[in-house]
């Protein structure tokens, strides 16, 4: 059974920093590629981040690009997002995503396992 389970969520102040970590159990994890979203009231769930499976590919989305890293270690299996320079349009629900077919794609769809998420505040 896939398990994902995110932590280091918060309320933090504009401009700010959090680093997000999501670790994985119940499959092979490192062959899998992995993905950060998000969802803020009222809006859809969408892509932040994801990273191939041996972390040689990265994706951002334009609005986080330059200011969130994400990272995996594979011998921990566990994926992280550092954001920094946190605005208040980044508060929102954060949920780790796994995908155990092969590709890695940035769509919602694409992504089968998904965590509980973890809440991420930025005030002004």
């Known amino acids: 059974q896939v398990h994902l389970m995110e932590s280091g969520g918060g309320s933090v102040q504009t401009g700010g920093s959090l680093r997000l970590s999501c670790a994985a159990s119940?499959?092979?994890?490192?062959?899998?590629?992995m993905a950060w979203f998000r969802q803020a009231p009222g809006k859809e769930r969408e892509v932040v981040a994801r990273?191939?499976?041996?972390?040689?590919?990265?994706y951002y989305a334009d609005s986080v690009k330059g200011r969130f890293t994400i990272s995996r270690d594979n011998a921990k299996n566990t994926v992280y997002l550092q954001m920094n320079v946190l605005k208040p349009e980044d508060t929102a629900m954060y949920y780790c995503?796994?995908?155990?077919?092969?590709?890695?794609?940035?769509?919602?769809?694409?992504?089968?396992?998904w965590g509980q998420g973890t809440q991420v505040t930025v005030s002004s």
């Open positions: 119940g499959y092979a994890y490192s062959r899998n590629c």
């Open positions: 990273i191939t499976d041996l972390g040689t590919g990265t």
């Open positions: 995503a796994a995908r155990i077919a092969g590709g890695c794609p940035v769509a919602v769809s694409g992504f089968v396992y």
